[in-house]
């Protein structure tokens, strides 16, 4: 049971290049958010998906995609990466809608945009 | 905009001591829960206390919850090393609202 994987652990891109960081949990949990942590700060949400097809934006989801076509995966797409994208992303899953159940999360993206 | 705010943002304890960690919220909510994150890794879940809860208790941990006065708290007993983390708070909205955290530091 490998819980929450992301892929890949570090990167770097220059600015205007764009990628997909890759989410990933095997607990057939209904809720996947998508979460950014800056020095000093705590997680932003980013996006968070209820289930297969169903996305919504958080609080931040400006220059952001993502998608939910299984229950398993929720990829997170840098459109065209700027220095102000630089962080570290986390994704976290759970049962029911999230606010109301413990997040399980991943080990973290952490990603530099030069 | 953050829900949480912990306080304080920063504390050093020596082994055996208790560390509190406090919360304040902003708006009403229906739970609160306390993370765990060790330096390079993600959160780990420690705590879900609901509104209609004052106090909890896992292992070490116990959390209160008022919210007439919209904060919480953590307390960790007899504190070891290995408690050195950050802990944060984080209240329900559509996801969850994370505080900036506690970074606590237990000394052998």
């Known amino acids: 049971n490998a819980g929450v994987t992301q892929t890949p652990k570090f990167q770097v891109l220059k600015t205007g290049q764009s990628m997909t960081l890759q989410c990933a949990q095997d607990?057939?949990?209904?809720?996947m958010s998508w979460y950014r942590q800056d020095p000093g700060m705590g997680l932003r949400l980013i996006h968070y998906?209820?289930?297969?097809?169903?996305?919504d934006q958080g609080e931040v989801p400006n220059g952001y995609n993502v998608s939910r076509s299984t229950t398993e995966d929720f990829p997170l797409r840098l459109l065209s990466a700027a220095p102000s994208q630089t962080s570290v992303y986390f994704c976290a899953s759970s049962y029911g809608t999230g606010g109301n159940q413990p997040q399980h999360f991943g080990d973290g993206t952490r990603l530099s945009i030069l | 905009s953050q829900q949480g705010e912990e306080d304080p943002q920063a504390l050093s304890i020596q082994e055996g001591e208790n560390a509190t960690m406090n919360c304040s919220y902003k708006?009403?909510?229906?739970?609160l829960q306390w993370y765990r994150q060790n330096s390079g890794r993600g959160l780990v879940h420690l705590i879900l206390i609901r509104s209609n809860e004052r106090e909890k208790h896992s292992g070490r941990l116990r959390v209160t919850l008022d919210t007439s006065k919209k904060s919480s708290s953590l307390l960790i007993t007899a504190s070891r090393a290995a408690d050195t983390a950050s802990y944060f708070c984080?209240?329900?909205?559509?996801?969850?609202?994370f505080g900036a955290g506690t970074r606590l530091a237990v000394h052998p």
């Open positions: 984080a209240t329900d909205a559509f996801g969850l609202i």
């Open positions: 708006t009403s909510i229906n739970n």
């Open positions: 998906s209820v289930g297969a097809g169903i996305t």
């Open positions: 607990m057939n949990h209904e809720y």
